[in-house]
């Protein structure tokens, strides 16, 4: 098993398919990559745009820093995890409704190497 709770912010969208390609690798047939994630918020949410004004706040603050600190939200939701996960031979699974408040809104994705 491989699990991941927290961490999607620090890898940048580019190195999502080499995150999948390295939890394939460390995987057996039948071994399991466990996650939380979630839906993109509506476009009518508040919580959609203070994460964008973040991430884009962080892309102004990387451009002008260095080193660069990687931080965004808005990583590895459940629809781009799932067609990346799958295009790597995974069968993905997800459970809605197994977080307690204030963690509703998140599932849980269990994919399992075929």
């Known amino acids: 098993v491989v699990?991941?709770?927290g961490a999607f912010g620090h890898v940048l969208p580019v190195d999502e398919?080499?995150?999948v390609r390295a939890v394939r690798s460390v995987l057996r047939p039948g071994g399991r990559f466990v996650f939380a994630t979630?839906?993109?918020p509506p476009l009518t949410s508040p919580?959609?745009?203070?994460?964008?004004g973040f991430n884009a706040v962080m892309h102004v603050r990387n451009a002008l820093l260095?080193?660069?600190f990687v931080m965004y939200y808005l990583?590895?939701?459940r629809e781009r995890?799932?067609?990346l996960l799958e295009a790597h031979d995974f069968a993905v699974e997800v459970r809605r409704?197994?977080?307690p408040a204030p963690f509703g809104r998140l599932c849980l994705a269990v994919a399992t190497k075929r």
């Open 3 to 5: 699990t991941c709770f």
């Open 17 to 19: 398919p080499r995150l």
């Open 38 to 40: 979630g839906d993109e």
């Open 47 to 52: 919580s959609l745009w203070a994460a964008r």
């Open 66 to 68: 260095k080193p660069e």
């Open 75 to 77: 990583t590895f939701l």
């Open 81 to 83: 995890a799932t067609q």
């Open 97 to 99: 409704e197994v977080f």
